[in-house]
């Protein structure tokens, strides 16, 4: 292996070399934090959010003319929609789940105010169908009873329920040191002043918090912290959100069938864009998807513009030594001689490249994570980096190295 | 040493069929020292690429130590340039990159011996032709006759038995020329083939032996011509 | 020195220089276009959430946050105060008569229905604002006006259409005097805006921070008489209303209230400042302002750090781009590096024939400037390719994803420097040459 003359003759013609390895080390910095990133964001949008998102939709509808009394007509309505065959359930909710928005409440496990036990939960209202029509498993307890859902009438800002449902891993915040079967039964203290207890009448599956996707320390820990209260709101003119469940691949049909009926009960009626959850969801995600395809499209671009710069320059180094290449035939230098010369020249460069990049990497690495709430960088990215540098770097020294090997030991004797 | 009979190279384009050279027969012994000579355009560098397997040839016979030259592949060609043939070129063609050690170091590197025997044979070649004090020194540090000397020294530090110099003298002053004429001289007293060419008529005089090649063709094998360029040959017997 | 009949032989030669090496121009000219086009992308967006909406009233324009805590925890003496206004201290700083101009503004959702008819009742956002909110933020009219501070103080059923709104009832004709019900009430028209967009939209960070001001204004004194609930932004409670009717809302330990002062002066700045901090003493035997003081006071370009718009992801992307653009520049570099090398025995041949290096090298210079341009030009065109492509990912960033002059300007001169800077040592590396070097045979 002519290590030592190949590195000589670099060191002599360093300006090629230089802009190559530079290349190869901001390359391969970037495509390591950006995997590293886009696997973040990816996995985020993976994390199970706890509800049926392929089945539910939501509707935000409301009256032009309202009457006084809301609370039968609700129960019209929702009676109406779960009667039509198909929908699986449906229930009043409060706000859209899963949208990156939403209420939020503070609740401490024990009276006394000023401990640091207080956890803030994302918050919803439901009827006694909305663990059924979310698609929620109820794990311990009851859910609620028909009789405990409060309608207030409109305009007016009632105070909390005596009861609530609430997530395991909620539970498991409040109480870390109960059986989660124990916890049913136990009551939680509202905001930071001694004030009424609810009591925690069940225990749900996980549901995501509104802030699950978010870029914090508070997020991570809260992800799921979610409470299901049993209430049912009615801002003014705000209207009120009905969601309701469909068997699979039903959906469609039945958004138009559960817009018919409620127009066939009440024609005057308002309606919001009727959305599906799916795409509530997709659309709160859309910031994840948007940085992991920008990150992904410029790694790309990066990768691609580095290796034109490798076929560029070893083309380039080919031509302009095309008499070098012709004397070492000229002196017994085999084909394979002449390749192996620009693969272990290719190597050599992108070892030294891979090494310089590896350490920026890594420093990039430290600085996002001071800038960006990240976890750490597993190390097994950082070879696998560096293998793909390697290879795309050889794949692209390979076309100039075997032209190089196609130079004609005559033209050593060529006259300039 | 070296025979060739009736040897041919055609080259052809789409339109043009050029003879280089045709029914080329010479005969070289040991320890030669051969001039060959002719006009510009006459063929004689192809004699040497042919000679010195840096071409093939089309027709005839060609045996060097009386193996057959003919259909040799490509690496075993190289193999026997890398270890029978030294090779010296108008233009020296050193690698501008490498040290002088590193230059001399290059078919040695291709034959495969172990380090301590390339550095023996370097220092040695390098003392030979008078430059071993500047073996840290780059090809652009030197003069052209010293440059041309390390060329000397990459060509024989493989101890080959004969050693090709295309215009050797070409890119040099008289003084300098006169200086690789001397090296050269000594080499072949020591037993070195050697076959250059040149169309210098005063280096032709200082070689054992004249070939003077016109039209692809050897004029006249034996006899020592004082030729003026360019002129039909008259065969003196 | 400069003369005209010169510069114009300079740039003929430059680009006779691009046209004879017709690949490696290209691929210079597509290496800065594709860094700057990626650049700009990014740039773009991050110069356009954060250049200033209003540069000329930044000093003077403020918003507080009244740091009021009903119990202090340990380890809670730092937090951050809540960074909307209850309704009984906005109420008592509207009072002071420190500030020149108040805005106290919310918006919710309200159903509208045009008292003419031809229109079907609608959805709209609906806003009460106190007049100051039109002087405040420049806010332009088309027809009409804004209410009078009398009006206001009267609690008058009057209304200001958005131009949108306009547009949506009208037809964008003059409305002055039509009237509108919104919930169960009329209101007649006084003013109609003319577009409004500021960006990013600084006194309402809550709700749709890039979107434009849609639906009514109407009086804030009509607050207790309405009862609407804020339904859309922001609204976080400290402790739970006493009792479940409008008055308990209103009063209750919430937070949801936008408020902005105008305070031209710093002895009102520091005026204001005082009174709050004065407030939040006397308030202290209510129990509230418990723990150490926070009150905070933002003027407009503070406040837009403080809505940390720019996160550590932005920062993330600008930097990946920048990154991108120095591997792109890394590139252009290596060709003209190329390229010059190949020029070698021209360089000597000029300089032997006369050419000094300064001339050369201005030579060079101007035809790596060319590059630079018809590479900036190019990252235009990638760039508004890129942009397209951001507005398909991210559906609400139709304002933020275009190019204006400013940006244009922006680009085409980075990319010249940032080629010539790329291009000056090899331009300047090939003008040491010796004269005559390299025209000897080798």
Known sequence: MEIRPIASSMLRNRTGPILICLQIALTLALVINSIFIIQLQMEKIARPLGTDIDNTAIFNVALVDRPDDMEPFIKNDMDEIRRIPGVVDATIIAQFLHSGGGSALSFRPVSEPGDDLTKTASVNEVDEHGLNALGVELLYGRNFRADEILYPAPNTQVGLSEVVLITESLAKAFFPDSETADIVGKVVYPGDVDTTPVEIIGITADVAAQWINYDSEFAEEAAYYFMLFPRVQTYNDDGHYYLFRTEPGAQDRLMAAVTDKLYEIAPDRLFWEPTTQAEIVQETQQGNRAIATILGVISLLMVMITAFGIVGLASFTVNQRTRQIGTRRALGAKKRDILRYFLVENVMLTTIGVVLGSALAYGIHLFLFSIMHIPKMSFALIPAGVLVLYVLGFAAVLGPALRATAVAPAVASRTV | MLTMKGVSKIYRTDLIETHALRDFSVEIGDGDFVAVTGPSGSGKTTLLNIAGLLESFDGGVYELDGVD?????????????????????????LMPDLNLFENVDVPLRYRGFKAAERKRRIEESLERVGLSGRMKHLPSQLSGGQQQRVAIARALAGSPKMLLADEPTGNLDSLMARQVLDLLDEINREGTTIIM???????????????????????????????QRDQPVEVIA | MFTDSKIAYDLQLALNSIKKTPVLSALMVAAVGIGIGACMTIITIFYLMTVNPNPDNSEQLFTYALHNRLTVREGQEDDEPRLLSTYRDALYILESDIPTEQSIHYQSWAVYRNAAGGVNPFWDLFRLATPGFFSLFDVPFLYGEAWSQ????????????????????????????????????????????????????????????????????????????????????????????????????????????HHWVRLPTAEKREAFHEMLNNYSLEQ????????????????????????????????????????????CLLNTNALLFAKFTGRSAEVSLKRALGCSKKRLLKQHLIEIGLVGLVGGALGLLLALVGLAGIKILLTNFDDLAHLNTDLVIIAIAASIVSTLVAGLYPAWRTCQIAPAKYLKSQ
């Not at chain 3, 933002?298 to 718009?309: D, V």
């Open chain 2, 69 to 93: 030259m003919h259909g040799l592949n490509d690496d075993d060609s190289s193999e026997i340039r890398n270890e029978q043939i030294g090779f010296i070129f108008q233009s020296f063609n």
């Open chain 2, 197 to 227: 060419v040149t169309h210098d008529d005063e280096l032709a005089r200082r070689a054992k032996r004249n070939v003077h090649v016109l039209d692809g063709k050897v004029d006249d094998p034996t006899a020592y011509q004082p030729q």
């Open chain 3, 150 to 257: 009398e009006q206001e103080d009267n609690k008058a059923m009057v209304m200001v259409l958005t131009w949108d709104m306009n547009n949506k009832l009208f037809g964008g004709e003059n409305s002055v005097g039509e009237r509108i019900e919104v919930g169960d009430d009329f209101y007649e028209i006084v003013g109609v805006m003319d577009k409004f967009k500021p960006l990013p939209k600084y006194f309402e960070f809550d709700y749709g921070l890039f979107q434009e001001i849609e639906g009514a204004l109407v009086p804030f004194s009509l607050t207790p008489t309405i009862e609407l609930m804020k339904n859309s932004g922001s609204r976080s409670c400290i402790a739970t209303p006493e009792g479940d009717d409008f008055q308990s809302y209103l009063d209750a330990e919430c937070h949801w209230l």
């Open chain 3, 284 to 327: 202290r035997r209510f129990g509230r302002f418990q723990g150490p003081f926070n009150n905070r006071l933002y003027n407009l370009t503070e406040w837009l750090e403080r809505l940390e718009i720019v996160d550590g992801t932005m920062t993330m992307l600008i930097g990946v781009a920048l990154m991108f653009l120095i591997v």
